[in-house]
T-cell receptor, first 118, second 114 residues
Framework: GAVVSQHPSRVICKSGTSVKIECRSL??????MFWYRQFPKKSLMLMAT?????????EQGVEKDKFLINHASLTLSTLTVTSAHPEDSSFYIC??????????????FGPGTRLLVL | AQSVAQPEDQVNVAEGNPLTVKCTYS??????LFWYVQYPNRGLQFLLK??????LVKGSYGFEAEFNKSQTSFHLKKPSALVSDSALYFC????????????FGAGTTVTVRA
């Protein structure tokens, strides 16, 4: 499967600042990546679909201007949390959609980024 | 619309005993079904998937899952659980007509005691 990395793994910032999270597909050229948010002991909530070379597709209720997504290359997508507030504190996970041997495709996930906004 | 239900928040078993994690799904067409495992403060790891073919699917770390169309279920099983299997397990579904988006269940925390 695809190897996906995220950077940073953990970030603490002050309220009002912006934070950029990188998601890299290390061994697969990904036209599609996904960004999820996970609250403690909760399921993953899809935030947006990141499409290489075009605008991201946001899920309903996700603020486009607050969570900026840039998918500038086939191996890198970035999520920028702008003007972060304490309620943005969460675990952010990206994934890469890859084809499976035998048909279909699945998503391989990065290790996640823990954001704490003070 | 597509959705997944994992009816159990927690499953506790003794090491060496069989482990079952339940999942039911709802899709408008034919489903792609997946199981993922998450260890603390980590991303999700792919365990197995069902698309077509044999209803019994074998995956990583000795896990398997059985697709049951009539019951719309895709339960995860392991014949003999290990303490290291303790983790959070997610079932996910994708409708074949839906562009790549997965819908996840709420997750089931598995605790295997020695």
């Amino acid at each position: 499967g695809a190897v996906v990395s995220q950077h940073p793994s953990r970030v603490i910032c002050k309220s009002g600042t912006s934070v950029k999270i990188e998601c890299r597909s290390l061994d697969f050229q990904a036209t599609t990546m996904f960004w999820y948010r996970q609250f403690p002991k909760k399921s993953l909530m899809l935030m947006a679909t990141s499409n290489e070379g075009s605008k991201a597709t946001y899920e309903q209720g996700v603020e486009k201007d607050k969570f900026l997504i840039n998918h500038a290359s086939l191996t890198l997508s970035t999520l920028t949390v702008t003007s972060a507030h304490p309620e943005d504190s969460s675990f952010y996970i990206c994934s890469v959609s890859t084809p499976l041997a035998g048909g279909g495709e699945t998503q391989y996930f990065g290790p996640g980024t823990r954001l704490l906004v003070l | 619309a597509q959705s997944v239900a994992q009816p159990e928040d927690q499953v506790n078993v003794a090491e060496g005993n069989p482990l079952t994690v339940k999942c039911t799904y709802s899709v408008s067409g034919n489903p792609y079904l997946f199981w993922y495992v998450q260890y603390p403060n980590r991303g999700l790891q792919f365990l197995l998937k069902y698309i077509t073919g044999d209803n019994l699917v074998k995956g990583s770390y000795g896990f398997e899952a059985e697709f049951n169309k009539s019951q719309t279920s895709f339960h995860l099983k392991k014949p003999s659980a290990l303490v290291s299997d303790s983790a959070l397990y997610f079932c996910a579904v994708r409708d074949l007509g839906n562009d790549y988006k997965l819908s996840f269940g709420a997750g089931t925390t598995v605790t295997v005691r020695a």
